[in-house]
């Protein structure tokens, strides 16, 4: 078999294959340096000793290689770097440059295990403490950068490398990785991949469809809704939100967050839920076919709880995140009490919708603010007055509010406690989709200073997602106490016309995205 053929085979064998023969590769390396370095150190003649560095080189880049391909599947760039500082460190200990050459190419050799280390810890296809044994050993060869540490330690540190570098690669060799939770090896699925930009960046595209771990559970996606967040998310402004969401790339590529849908899956460790429960909540990534809970999100944490029997999928995908904002901010933030006069600035929008139909499920008189087209609208779902502020600047009224819950953030703070009792309470939860980074600081450390000087309360939050709090939900809608509005309908493929849509600022309640069958119950 020529080397050509020998190569060809190589590529198109499986990763767990190519996982094994990068093992035995390793160990080869592993024996080879073993015997040069401690057996036969000094005894060897240049030829065996050429001939020995040959294969540790041979065996390096093979391996090298090797694991760009497996590791790809998880980070392709951090792959790609990882594998520069190994092919730098080659480079470095073949010229010897000196007087430290040697020493620099194994730094860099000790940062490629490193970055291998963080991807095996990060992959779905191997054991974490492959991963963190692997990162060990890099910190190790770290140590040959001061060349008098590296004198002084040596050849402990290289021997212990060495064993731990083997072990590890013995575990590949035996057992390869498993194929079944990697990327590009299971099913696919369709779902909205973004990176920064306009709306025209989002692409629908093929994607692997994900694999549930222990505490997860996998959904088959019958409906989601549109945020905010996910053309923030899209967008990447304003900049510093980047500090969050990834400077140069989004980390959340897969945008959507509220779903409803069917279990397909779940993990070993979920016991409250079985394929085939009807469920809604929030995750990542739900605007797909099918989208996977994930209890480790720092911007949202999933939660799941089982849909109402006479709440349809679409319904049940259009409450979480709105219907939390308004539930957390008016009970909690608000302590809404019965009786109590409510003003909703922004009535006719996604959040605004829910908290007119919770203020009057508290038993509150409800005030909303909108715009002329929607005033039947909010006066149906059940605000007992309605201004429009076409025609009415609410913060030059007579009359005062307990409670004003603000979801637009078009009035200064100074004319918003104008129309509050002595002891009432601004609940600040939007601001316009234009304004500009300064002036929501401006606006919110404003706020901050001031409240402690005055007799009302101003308070900005932003909601948590917990299954307690969408399970009140759910019973509200399952009651007919809240019906989520639905303005427009989008199927998966137009993902970037409905992000458009949300952006232009004129939603009437909330904007659905639909998959098959979405209006069973």
């Known amino acids: 078999m020529s080397a050509a053929v020998m190569m060809k085979r190589i590529a198109e064998a499986s990763s767990s294959l190519k996982a094994r023969i990068a093992g035995a590769l390793f160990l080869l390396l592993v024996l080879t340096a073993a015997c040069t370095e401690f057996f036969f150190h000094g005894r060897l003649s240049v030829a065996a000793d050429l001939a020995a560095g040959i294969i540790e080189v041979s065996c390096m880049i093979a391996v090298t290689l090797l694991f760009y391909d497996i590791f790809k599947a998880v980070n392709r760039r951090l792959s790609l770097v990882a594998a520069s500082f190994n092919f730098v460190a080659v480079t470095l200990e073949l010229l010897r440059f000196q007087p430290h050459g040697v020493n620099i190419g194994l730094g860099f050799h000790g940062f490629y295990w490193i970055l291998i280390g963080y991807l095996m810890f990060r992959s779905t296809f191997l054991p974490r403490i492959m991963g963190a044994l692997m990162a060990i050993a890099g910190l190790c060869w770290l140590t040959f950068l001061p060349p008098r540490l590296a004198r002084y330690l040596s050849p402990y540190n290289l021997a212990s490398v060495l064993l731990v570098e083997g072990l590890v690669m013995l575990w590949l060799l035996v057992m390869g990785v498993n194929v079944q939770t990697m990327g590009g090896a299971g099913p696919r699925m369709k779902a909205a991949y973004t990176r920064y930009g306009p709306p025209d960046v989002v692409e629908v595209n093929d994607l692997d469809k994900p694999v ?92 799941l709880v089982m849909k109402p029997d006479n709440v349809t999928f679409e319904q049940a995908a259009a409450a979480p995140v709105a219907a939390l904002t308004a539930l957390q901010g008016l009970r909690d933030k608000g302590r809404i009490q019965p009786g109590q ?181």
Not at 374 to 389: C, F
């Open 212 to 303: 549930p771990r222990d505490n997860e559970v996998l959904i088959r996606v019958r409906a989601a809704s549109v945020n905010p967040l996910d053309w923030k998310t899209m967008t990447g402004g304003p900049y510093i939100v980047r500090l969050l969401l990834g400077l140069f790339t989004p980390k959340i590529k897969q945008l959507g967050v509220d779903v409803a849908g069917q279990v397909e899956a779940v993990g070993r460790n979920v016991t409250q839920f079985k394929p085939g429960d009807a469920v809604f909540g929030t995750c990542r990534g739900a605007f797909a076919e099918y989208a996977c809970t994930c209890q480790s999100a720092k911007l949202m944490k999933s939660a």
């Open 341 to 521: 006069k409510v003003l909703i600035n922004g009535a006719a929008g996604g959040v605004g919708t829910f908290a007119v139909q919770i203020a009057k499920s508290f038993g509150t008189d409800v005030t909303g603010v909108c715009s002329t087209r929607n005033v039947d609208m909010v006066r149906s779902i059940g605000a007992d007055r309605v201004i429009d502020y076409t025609q009415e600047d609410f913060t030059k009224g007579e009359q005062r509010y307990d409670l004003l819950f603000d979801n637009v953030g078009n009035h200064s703070v100074s004319a918003c406690r104008r129309v509050l009792n002595p002891k009432g309470i601004l609940i600040m939860v939007g601001a316009p989709n234009d304004v500009r980074v300064i002036d929501l600081l401006a606006r919110l450390i404003g706020a901050l200073v001031l409240s402690p000087f005055v007799s009302q309360k101003l308070i900005t939050f932003i909601a948590r997602s917990n299954e307690e709090d969408l399970t009140i939900v759910g019973e509200l809608m399952a009651t007919g106490k809240v019906t989520p509005v639905i303005d427009r309908r989008y199927s998966l493929s137009e993902i970037p016309e409905a992000l458009r849509y949300l952006e232009e600022g004129h939603a009437r309640g909330k904007v659905a995205i639909t998959l098959e069958h979405n209006n069973e119950t």
